[in-house]
Structure formats: C-alpha cells, structure tokens
C-alpha cells in the first residue's frame, strides 16, 4: 500500500509518517519547510520531495498509484493569519483544492483532512460536529473553506474525504519557536531557559489538548476501516472531551508564572464533543496531558 502525507516532514505530519512506516506502507511526503518550525522531521525511508502543496506540475505525478492522502499542511498558526490573511488562504484553502484535484485525477482510495477546532468560534460547549461555523479569524476560515471543498469533492466527483478538526494537539516535536507555537511547547521552552512562563492574558481560557500520536491513529483508523459511505466529506471531532485552563497546564510545570496581554481572534473555551468519531471509526484518545508532561518534565 502507498500512502502520500503533505506537511509530512512537519510536527503531526511526521507523527502520521512514521505510523504509515511502522505498517509497511510505502510513505511518499510532500513539504516545503514553511512552517516556523526549529526542526523538520524528514525520514529517510520516505520518498521525499520539498514542493509547495499548491505546485500542480510537479506534485501531480506523485499522486499516481496512492491509496491513501493526509493532508497534513497548512498554514496552521493564528497570529501570522490575521497578519497576512491572503497568504494563509493560498495554503490552506487553494492548497487544499489542489491536493484533491491531484487525489481525483489519480483515483486514490481516500483523503484524510487536518482541520481546526477553530471552526467553532463561540459556539457553546461542548462542540459538536453539527454546530454552524463561527470563524474568528482568516485561519479557521481558509481551514473551512478546505473542509467545503472536501465535502464537494467527495459530493460531486465521488472522491471519499474525511475531515478532522483537531483540538490543542500537544507531544514531541511541537514546534517551541515564536510566541504562536503550541502552548505546551513554549513552556516546555521557558522551562528549559530558566525563564517565566508566559501565560496569555488571564489564563483561565481553556483548551482540549489532543496527543499527537492520539491525532495520528485517528487519521489512519480512518483510512483503513469501512464505514458507511456517507460517512465521507463529513467532518470529525479529535479531542478528548476534556478541557483544561491555560493556567492549569502551567502550574504543572512551573511556579514561575508572568501574564503577558490577551490575543484578538481566539476563543475562551474549546471541549470537544468525540461521540461521532468514536461510533463511526472507533478512535478515542489514549494519552492524558497531565502524564505526558509528568513524563517530561
């Protein structure tokens, strides 16, 4: 079996990667380094190649004899969004169209999509699939825009497509550069450096925080098994209906606290509602934050 991963050489991509690797499947990975990343996480038993999601010429050909596509990259952080709005909807939203048309031309068996807990804005919780979108920022909008042409292509053209929003996903590799990097990676940076950690506004905002290896599971128990058919182009909570304040996650693992001043365009809440991807594949988390960073510290 051949899989393909865009973003692939990056913090969840790498994570689906080595899992695709670890059950024999030939892996090919697309990913252009864009992220502000410290590390990328190529693996040498992949075909790799560095090219933009959006460069039809040359990644087409690597669509031919897939089986499976996760679509892993993205313009994935909210601040450089807000900041350059135009460049977040070319990755995200015509990078994404590209990829599909690439997938249908080619005939792959299914598409996996890495979408954004973002989609709900304030929408009460806990979020549940079925919730009408609420976009706060041009991040969770170009991500929606990728799910609608999802579900399209999988409408129209037939292509089988599964859409993920994920939670906070938290775990090894998450990038701890710049102050839009996962929030468990900053501390963890802070941490390190001796210095404070920087709590946003009050903290008291609360998060679903996800495990990587929990989100990679979830994208390959979704390629392999067989639900129903309409099951597809429809999309899927990846949480673990537990949610924690910001303030909360730094007292585990640090004292040294400093408030820094409250971000536009996020919510104050995310829980996730996980009932509908656990009844149509059968995923639910493993991995609880609280261990993971009791074993890091």
């Not at 952080?77 to 977040?88: D, K, L, M, S």
């Not at 210095?195 to 128990?221: C, H, K, P, W």
């Not at 996650?249 to 809440?269: C, F, L, N, Y």
């Amino acid at each position: 079996m051949k899989a393909l991963v865009t973003g692939g050489a990056g913090f969840i991509g790498s994570h689906i990667v080595d899992k695709l690797l670890s059950m024999g499947y030939e892996v090919i990975v697309i990913d252009n380094e864009y992220s502000d990343n410290e590390n990328f996480y190529w693996n040498d038993k992949c075909q790799n190649y560095k090219f933009n999601i959006s460069d039809y010429e040359n990644t087409r050909p690597l669509y031919d004899g897939v089986d499976y596509v996760f679509h892993a990259a993205a313009e994935a952080r909210i601040g450089p969004a807000i900041q350059n709005p135009v460049n977040a909807v070319e990755i995200n939203t015509l990078g994404t169209c590209n990829v599909l048309q690439c997938a249908r031309e080619a005939r792959v068996r299914r598409v996996m999509y890495s979408s954004t807990s973002a989609a709900y804005g304030l929408n009460s919780y806990p979020n549940f699939e079925e919730q009408p979108d609420d976009c706060l920022n041009p991040y969770s909008v170009s991500k929606v825009a990728g799910e609608k042409l999802c579900k399209m292509y999988t409408d129209l053209y037939g292509l089988p497509t599964v859409i993920f929003r994920y939670f906070n996903v938290y775990g090894e590799r998450a990038p701890r550069k710049g102050q839009y990097a996962p929030v468990t990676g900053i501390f963890l940076r802070q941490l390190a450096a001796g210095e404070s950690l920087t709590v946003v506004g009050d903290g008291e905002q609360r998060r679903d925080f996800v495990y990587v290896g929990d989100v990679a599971n979830a994208n390959i128990m979704a390629a392999i098994s067989n639900p129903d058919p309409e099951a597809f182009g429809q999309v899927y909570n990846v949480g673990t209906g537990k949610n924690y304040s910001i303030l909360e996650i730094a007292k585990q693992i640090s004292d040294d606290i400093t408030h820094i001043p409250s971000r536009v365009g996020e919510a104050r809440t995310s829980l996730a509602n996980v009932n509908k991807i656990k009844n149509t594949f059968g995923w639910e988390p493993k991995m609880k934050i609280e261990d993971w960073i009791a074993a890091h510290l």
